[in-house]
Nanobody, 120 residues
Framework: QVQLVESGGGLVQAGGSLRLSCAAS????????MGWYRQAPGKQRELVAG???????DYADSVKGRFTISRDNAKNTVYLQMNGLKPEDTAIYYC??????????????WGQGTQVTVSS
């Protein structure tokens, strides 16, 4: 059974920083794309940042220049460094990853979510 476990959320003042981590465990062949999404109250879940297995990154316009996604393939972990946090960054942050099982089967998994609250 594959699991994604997030950590690092919390309460921070505007302008502060947080670092989220998401560690994968279980039996799988490899991890492909990984990403961070967020969902604020009353809003749809949105992609914040993504990273391929080769390290290519992509960011939502709203976080470019403030957030940095990275991954440690040896530890099966993806990180999200969040600097210059704003109240509008307040949301539940979810980790997502696509796993390969053998040569032909892939499946996406989600973490349980971690709350990030930015006070003004």
């Amino acid at each position: 059974q594959v699991q994604l476990v997030e950590s690092g959320g919390g309460l921070v003042q505007a302008g502060g920083s947080l670092r989220l981590s998401c560690a994968a465990s279980g039996r799988f062949s490899r991890i492909n794309d990984m990403g961070w999404y967020r969902q604020a109250p009353g809003k749809q879940r949105e992609l914040v940042a993504g990273i391929t297995s080769g390290g290519t990154t992509d960011y939502a316009d709203s976080v470019k220049g403030r957030f940095t996604i990275s991954r440690d393939n040896a530890k099966n972990t993806v990180y999200l460094q969040m600097n210059g946090l704003k109240p509008e960054d307040t949301a539940i942050y979810y980790c997502n990853a696509q796993f390969s099982f053998g040569s032909y089967f892939t499946h996406d998994y989600w973490g349980q979510g971690t709350q990030v609250t930015v006070s003004s």
